[in-house]
């Protein structure tokens, strides 16, 4: 969804609101591409101050559906977003002019690229599904929450395989 800051950017010390609904279907990113399962329409507020600085306010929640990273079953995070982000309108800033930010065009205000930066922000830095996920199996890929598999324990370090194959050589028969 976009929004027009015309009217907000030219009049001095004007508040608005308005309601924005989030369009994205899903979140894309390098990571990979998770589906927004739960997403609710929230208000955002414009405030120019003095002319010299706008004053971008909202608050809502976004429900994800991410891998566990251990076992890949699919977990439903719930990212709160927050959005209070200062804009100089005066040029002195460069950080905070709005000619450098990515989610203004002009004076089109781009709702979903802002939500965008929020949800990166706020991403998970481990998604387990519970606290104790045992995760799947290297061997069969067997989700090891749900059943046991046949597998042999004990991993053989990799690094040793020349001393064993010099063991099984000297083994008698």
């Given at each position: 969804?976009?929004?027009?800051?015309?009217?907000?950017?030219?009049?001095?010390?004007?508040?608005?609101s308005e309601q924005a609904e989030l369009e994205l279907l899903s979140f894309d990113s390098k990571m990979g591409q998770f589906p927004i399962v739960k997403k609710a329409p929230f208000v955002m507020k414009f405030t120019n101050e003095n002319n010299k600085r706008l004053l971008i306010q909202g608050e809502t929640e976004v429900t994800i559906a991410i891998p566990c990273d251990r076992c890949l079953e699919e977990v439903r995070r719930t990212?709160?977003?927050?959005?209070?982000?200062?804009?100089?309108?005066?040029?002195?800033?460069?950080?905070?002019?709005?000619?450098?930010?990515?989610y203004i065009t002009g004076t089109n205000l781009?709702?979903?690229?802002?939500?965008?930066?929020?949800?990166?922000?706020g991403w998970p830095m481990k998604n387990l599904c519970?606290?104790?996920?045992?995760?799947?199996?290297?061997?069969?890929g067997t989700n090891l929450n749900q059943t046991e598999c046949q597998c042999p324990k004990t991993e053989l370090d990799s690094r040793m395989a020349a001393i064993q194959d010099i063991f099984k050589g000297f083994k008698e028969v």
């Open positions: 969804m976009r929004v027009e800051l015309t009217d907000i950017i030219s009049n001095e010390n004007k508040e608005t990212i709160p977003i927050i959005i209070e982000k200062e804009i100089d309108l005066t040029g002195d800033s460069e950080e905070t002019a709005i000619e450098s930010l990515d781009d709702v979903d690229q802002l939500i965008f930066g929020e949800i990166l922000v519970r606290e104790d996920c045992r995760g799947i199996c290297k061997r069969c």
